[in-house]
């Protein structure tokens, strides 16, 4: 059987998770693309000629339902792709945001790719390659000059804030994986700022090509790649 890769959050043609799905589809995985709106994400998969599933990371319930689908249809995982992700503020700052709003950003950026892990790990033990890629961003790094956490310039505390915790997870999943001698891979990836949303080009945001190959890469590391780092176009990023 071929390399199976499952990628979250793909609900958009202009997405970094449709891109990612066309890549991975290229270098010859069976694509298995996910999203709250199944017709969207139907509709998406009949363009890439990939499969189509159903999922909301923030419901335990549709991640297990998942993973039971994908065992019985496949028995196995190699690829894991938490791209899910969203909530970017708009304007305030911590002292004044709604903590609603901060508890249903944490459910889905970091308890989203958290159960999808647990959920999934197994499935990803049974294969000789498995990668976990968890999409990060710069805004979680503490030494981005531009965008990252410390920098004043930096306008998304909660997102930054629920990335930093998505890190986080890449370290402790990878603890646990070392201490069980697993052959997971799990890297952070940050595909840097990508033109996914109209007239973000114009504020220097590049094509979604180009923030989806760090992806790609990380989904497709050697076996003698690295683990546990933080990555941007296969460059180390500060934590
Ligand atoms: N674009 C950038 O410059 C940039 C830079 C660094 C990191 N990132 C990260 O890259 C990832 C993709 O972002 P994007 O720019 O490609 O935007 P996007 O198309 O809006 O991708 C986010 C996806 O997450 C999905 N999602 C949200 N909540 C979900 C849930 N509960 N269950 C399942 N899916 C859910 C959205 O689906 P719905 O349509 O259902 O809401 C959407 O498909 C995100 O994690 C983002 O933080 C983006």
Redesign the pocket.
């Known amino acids: 059987m071929g390399k199976i890769a499952i990628i ?5 043609e ?6 990612t799905a066309k890549q991975l589809k290229e270098l010859g995985f069976i694509v298995i693309i ?4 199944f017709d ?1 994400v139907s509709d998406l998969a009949k363009q890439l000629n990939v499969m189509a599933k159903q ?5 335990d319930n ?1 991640v297990n339902n998942l993973a039971k689908e994908i065992e019985t249809e496949f028995g196995k995982l190699d690829a894991l792709v ?5 909530f ?1 503020d708009q304007g305030g700052g911590p002292l004044s945001t709604d903590l609603q709003f901060v508890k249903d950003a944490f ?3 970091l308890l ?1 790719a958290w159960r999808m892990i647990k959920a999934f790990h197994k499935l990803l033990e049974k294969s000789d390659s498995p990668r976990i890629v968890n ?5 979680a790094s503490f030494g981005d000059p531009v965008f990252g956490l410390a920098h004043h310039f930096s306008k998304v505390p909660v ?1 930054g804030i629920t ?1 930093l915790a998505l890190n986080g997870l890449t370290v402790k999943v990878a603890t646990q994986l070392k201490e069980s001698k697993s052959k997971i891979k799990i890297n952070s990836v ?8 109209p007239g ?1 080009e114009q504020w220097g ?1 590049r094509p ?1 090509s180009e ?1 989806a190959k760090g ?1 790609v890469w990380a989904a497709t590391l050697p076996q003698d790649g690295p683990t546990v780092e933080f990555f941007r176009d296969g460059q180390t990023l500060s934590w």
């Open positions: 979250t959050g793909v609900s958009r202009k997405g970094l998770g449709y891109e996910a999203a709250r709106n969207k999922l909301d990371v923030t419901s549709s938490n791209n899910a992700g969203a970017f459910d889905t950026n989203g999409v990060s961003n710069g805004a997102y990335k940050d595909p840097d700022f990508t033109a996914t949303y973000t945001a979604v923030g992806i």
